[in-house]
Nanobody, 121 residues
Framework: QVQLVESGGGLVQPGGSLRLSCAAS????????MGWYRQAPGKERELVAT???????NYADSVKGRFTISRDNAKKTVYLQMNSLKPEDTATYYC???????????????WGQGTLVTVSS
């Protein structure tokens, strides 16, 4: 019915940059909150950043000033620009969205499959 597909992960040196993308597809009527989460090996999944349909953003303290979340509502896509990357940013990054399907009466929380970001020299 609905799918979130992430792209843009990879290996980058400390201090480098990466841009993640997440595109939603399916029978979507509307998308409310979109966000990025991450999970490092042996750790719990944590919030990275969220953005409302109107563009209001929220960031984890650990990424403030380095990461920027944005979205293109027409393309049903959310982005995460990651600058000044650190080894501790290494994790699998997951896209998340609250989606209202054309056939539904309430929002559904959807997750992407994840994309691996490795920060290492």
């Amino acid at each position: 019915q609905v799918q979130l597909v992430e792209s843009g992960g990879g290996l980058v040196q400390p201090g480098g940059s990466l841009r993640l993308s997440c595109a939603a597809s399916g029978s979507i009527f509307n998308i409310n909150l979109m966000g990025w989460y991450r999970q490092a090996p042996g750790k719990e999944r944590e919030l990275v950043a969220t953005i409302t349909r109107g563009g209001r953003t929220n960031y984890a303290d650990s990424v403030k000033g380095r990461f920027t979340i944005s979205r293109d509502n027409a393309k049903k896509t959310v982005y995460l620009q990651m600058n000044s990357l650190k080894p501790e940013d290494t994790a699998t990054y997951y896209c998340n969205a609250d989606v209202l399907l054309t056939t539904a009466l309430s929002y559904l929380e959807v997750w992407g499959q994840g994309t691996l970001v490795t920060v290492s020299s």
